[in-house]
């Protein structure tokens, strides 16, 4: 078997995403997702004028060498775009190689480690009190764990309160949109968002709360500190993490779970807090690590020291990306949870697969490879719209994470 063809699909049914798709001489076809919010045309163009010509009369069976071909012939290795684009190529390899064996992801992987993937959603008001009320929608939907995210008085904004409760997109705008941080306005009304919720629902339910890089690690440790008596499953990305030593400081007061690494694209970004366990969960995901072929290597040196998954699963990654990571969440024995965050109607009929939410856990299929498919021609109609991730500066105007 050899390739023969490669291309990219770019669609935007409600949100733009980059589908890979391989083609091969005995008519087995595979797909992956390619998809870097705000930064799609940048993957495509590596894509097409980089790398698919180095992937014609190749042998896809071969993943681990052509995924090393890619990494290591590039010579200008990691980055977001280098990553993604090989996550893509090697989704829709790792496709392959299940239809022509006749079985679903997980059992090439080596099969399951559980009969169903916990999940959380994405709970937000723009006051406490709507955000308690979403929580019990959630509860009463099945879910055992529930992300939790509200405003914060005195900011027009804040990240993770969305105007579609179900189908949260931050990427709003032609050009970035500005929003308004105050710290210390945050740490103050956080926990007591957490302290309504269990007043409450109880400790029955999971609760996770994400920070979004946003403070610095003495601040961390506070509000981790602050939200011990809540018992939250994890505070995550409660600091940009280029610097890895700096969750040392967090863990020094904080008994709080700590999780990070959705933006994450390699091991090495996330070595020092494996090995050191600095941090509880990693967020690493399919399509931004480099794909199944690498992101088994991170969870594989996760699980040495303790540290469990809980991959990235917002709205950004197609349907494709959570098919396969739902393969791989089945089969990975360090597995924690993963995010679910659920795409739009028209998103699920692009992109038709064979997984299922119930009971508060998704299942995946059992259909050769990891079971999503792309309808090109419904994609066709949907045709791609530039849209840009939000920025974020302090009150005094100075430029702060987003």
């Not at 990240?159 to 105050?182: F, H, I, R, T």
């Amino acid at each position: 078997m050899k390739i023969i063809n490669c291309k990219t699909i770019i669609t935007c049914p409600g949100r733009n995403f980059v589908t890979v798709k391989i083609e091969t001489d005995e008519g087995v076809y595979g797909i992956g997702d390619a998809t870097l919010n705000g930064r799609e045309l940048a993957v495509v163009a590596y894509l097409e004028e980089h790398l698919f010509p180095c992937l014609i009369g190749r042998d896809p069976a071969q993943i681990e060498d052509i995924w090393q071909y890619l990494y290591r012939g590039a010579y200008w290795r990691r980055g977001p775009v280098t990553m993604t684009a090989i996550a893509g190529i090697d989704t829709a390899l790792w496709d392959i190689k299940g239809k022509v064996a006749g079985l679903p992801l997980y059992e090439l992987l080596g099969g399951r480690s559980r009969d169903g993937v916990m999940v959380y959603g994405h709970a937000n008001g723009v006051e406490i009190e709507e955000t308690v009320d979403e929580v019990a929608k959630y509860i009463d939907l099945g879910y055992k764990a529930i992300r939790a995210q509200c405003g914060v008085p005195g900011l027009p904004s804040t990240y993770g309160v969305a105007k579609d409760k179900m189908y949260y997109e931050p990427a709003d705008a032609e050009l970035p949109s500005e929003n308004v941080w105050s710290t210390e306005k945050y740490m103050k009304h956080v926990p007591q968002l957490f302290e309504r919720l269990r007043d409450k629902f109880g400790f029955d339910h999971h609760l996770l709360h994400d920070v979004h890089h946003r403070l610095t690690p003495i601040q961390a440790g506070r509000l981790g500190k602050d939200l011990e008596p809540y018992r939250l499953f994890w505070m995550e990305d409660a600091v940009p993490a280029e610097n890895q030593e700096s969750f040392r400081l967090i863990r020094q007061h904080t008994t709080t779970p700590l999780a990070v690494g959705e933006i994450f694209n390699t091991i090495f970004d996330c070595q020092q807090l494996i090995t050191e366990q600095l941090i509880d969960y990693i967020r690493t995901t399919v399509v931004h690590a480099g794909g199944i072929t690498h992101l088994r290597r991170i969870a594989n040196l996760a699980d040495l020291y303790h540290v469990r998954t809980g991959s990235h699963g917002a709205t950004d990654l197609s349907p494709v990306c959570m098919g396969a990571a739902l393969h791989f969440d089945t089969w990975v024995p360090n597995f924690g949870i993963q995010e679910y965050m659920r795409h739009t109607p028209e998103t699920d009929e692009v992109f038709p697969h064979d997984y299922h939410f119930k009971d508060g856990y998704l299942h995946a299929g059992s259909k050769p490879g990891h079971g999503v498919d792309i309808d090109e021609t419904l994609a066709a109609r949907y045709p791609y719209k530039p849209a840009y991730l939000p920025v974020n500066r302090l009150e005094d105007g100075t430029m702060y994470n987003w």
